[in-house]
């Protein structure tokens, strides 16, 4: 089995949206291990806030596979593939590590490049993954996230419930 980390994120009817990707996610792979949801402005054009997370979970499926699953979970959740690539996002599922793999495998670079520039994609893996390595720094998630610059991006946790379960809390 690998254990693969994977970044989900919408900005359009967030929450609907967040819960039918983690529905399918299970679906697919059984027991998530799940970040927090954080809440920030979008990046690289003018658009509505996002929702963000982190999912951890085991597969047996090659990363090609593995990503073609990922595009069809979008593509059920109505994810538009023809407008500009920084837009809104009905869902958006990115693989982030397949175990320690390096290159470009079946079409995806690993790891994926995003995880040392975005704090939507850092400190959600550094919460549920802080001793994981990252495969080419060979930082701790928890490390490089520590000497992340917080002012380049704001972010912040929200109140999410799936499943029943009330798994992401604002901090008071």
């Known amino acids: 089995m690998t254990r693969v980390y994977v970044s989900i994120g919408s900005n359009i009817e967030r929450e609907r949206n967040i819960a039918a990707g983690l529905d399918g996610l299970a679906q697919a792979f059984g ?21 963000n997370l982190v999912a951890g979970f085991e597969t047996t499926l090659a990363v090609g596979d593995l990503s073609r699953q ?4 979008e593509d059920r959740n109505g994810r538009c593939r023809q407008g500009p690539k920084f837009s809104g996002r009905t869902l958006d599922i990115d693989i982030l590590t397949y175990d320690d793999v390096c ?40 490390s490089l996230w520590q000497q992340y610059d917080k002012q380049k991006q704001r972010l912040w946790v929200v109140d999410f419930t799936w499943r029943g379960r009330l798994f992401s809390q604002a901090h008071a």
Not at 31 to 51: I, P, R
Not at 104 to 122: H, K, T
């Open 103 to 142: 290159g470009l495998i079946d079409g995806v670079e690993l790891p994926r490049a995003e995880i040392l520039f975005n704090a939507f994609v850092l400190q959600p893996l550094a919460e549920i993954a802080p001793q994981g390595l990252h495969p080419v720094t060979g930082e701790s998630y928890a």
């Open 31 to 51: 027991e998530l291990t799940l970040s927090s949801v954080f809440e920030s402005e979008a990046v690289g054009f003018a658009g509505d806030h996002f929702y």
């Open 70 to 73: 990922l595009k069809g979970i």
